[in-house]
């Protein structure tokens, strides 16, 4: 049997490493998981009465692009908070937006651009941008996302020969893992890039929704301001973190009407829809806000807690948006053994999210705390991580 070897040079997948590095006895009698960023906040408490009225919708075949309603909703919120008035053709209900990540690479990305087509993504990243970049056959270029250029990917640095080859450029923001935004001055910036080298703008927005006081900017918003290509950007979005609905496996994407009609078009071949119920569900966290408002409390009160503890760390930063702290240490493998043996407190090694590049790995020297955990939960396991590591 010969198999293809296009997947060959993966890395082992982030969480079967992880658990193999930690497969050592700790000392404590209580542990702590601050390593996946599954939020654990209460989801709304309409979502099972919802399910319940909806019941026989599982007895038939889902809508492949989204019911009505939930377009509907979907373009509410696009409305209230973009201001982008955005028509259901342009509109793609998505099962998780890990798929349609993937799945908008292999509708959009050329065959060829001034030779092997490049894929950016950031370094670090979230994995299945590499994976696309494989499955099209492109060329995977990390750009290094490092303190010096703000957490996020300087796009400009890269020479002009690798632009002009570039057919996709994903980015994250508010960005994972570090929690850097990019601001308008940047989408701005990004998008007259990719309109003088022609490519895409693929914008994970999935931590929109959690920030400290002012709303990150939305690339499809700068872009439509600016006036630019409408197929130039397509925006991900998702109610896991949003709505405390990771198992909901409900999101969307949206973008010019071109690039939209390619991308349904492969989901009417290939894609998975999302049951009629849980289409019913998402449609009514969309459009209520009561809920977002108040888990982005809970998180503005953990971001406040991790200062306290935290802000005498040498460089730590506190993160402008999102649930995870980034955090600066001699090397990320060795105190995540290190944590778990002694406190039974696991986090995540930044190089498991990172690629070597030149011979350094960006997250190489950092951890990955997720601060999803009960409020109490969350600083005991903080305080744990401060008094183990940083004295």
């Known amino acids: 049997m010969v198999f293809p070897e296009r997947f060959s040079d993966l890395p082992a997948a982030t969480w079967p490493r992880l658990r193999a590095l930690l497969d050592v006895p700790t000392q404590a009698s209580e542990t702590i998981n601050m390593t996946i960023g599954e939020p654990r906040h209460a989801f709304p408490a309409f979502v099972g009465d919802i399910i319940a009225d909806n019941l026989a919708g599982f007895g038939k075949y889902p809508d492949n692009y989204g019911t009505p309603a939930l377009l509907d909703s979907i373009s509410g919120f696009l409305k209230r908070r973009y201001d982008l008035d955005i028509p259901h053709q342009q509109i793609l209900t998505l099962n998780g937006t890990r798929e349609g990540l993937y799945n908008a690479a292999m509708a959009l990305c050329r065959e060829e651009k001034n030779g092997k087509p490049v894929i950016l993504t950031p370094n ?13 056959g492109a060329e995977a270029v990390y750009v290094p996302a490092v303190k010096e250029t703000g957490h996020l990917p300087d796009f400009h640095a890269l020479p002009t020969d690798i632009l002009d080859r570039t057919a996709i450029a994903y980015i994250c923001s508010p ?40 709303p990150p900017p939305g690339a499809l918003q700068i872009a439509t301001q600016m006036g630019a290509d409408p197929e130039r950007v397509v925006i991900f979005h998702s109610l896991s973190k949003r709505s405390n609905l990771p198992g909901l496996r409900s999101g969307f994407c949206a973008g010019g009407p071109k690039s939209m009609e390619r991308i349904r078009l492969l989901r009417a071949f290939a894609g998975a829809p999302l049951p009629e119920p849980l289409q019913a569900v998402a449609a009514a966290a969309w459009n209520d806000e009561a809920h977002v408002i108040e888990n982005r409390a809970l998180y503005h009160r953990k971001y406040e807690i991790a200062d306290d503890i935290l802000s005498h760390v040498d460089g730590y930063q506190s993160p402008q948006a999102g649930f995870f702290l980034w955090l600066p240490t001699d090397d990320g493998e060795t105190s995540a053994v290190k944590l778990w043996q002694e406190t039974g407190v696991r986090v995540l090694p930044g190089a498991y999210l990172s690629r070597d590049t030149n011979g350094e790995n960006p997250g190489k020297k950092y951890i990955r705390v997720a601060m999803v955990a009960p409020t109490q939960e969350m600083q005991r396991g903080l305080t744990l991580i401060r008094d183990c590591l940083y004295r």
């Open 124 to 136: 670090p990243f979230y994995q299945v941008y590499a994976v696309a970049a494989l499955s099209v």
């Open 175 to 214: 960005a994972n893992p570090q929690g850097a935004v990019a601001d308008e001055a940047y989408w701005r910036n990004l998008i007259t890039l990719a309109e003088k080298h022609d490519f895409i703008i693929f914008a994970d927005e999935c931590y929109s929704e959690i920030y400290r006081d002012t």
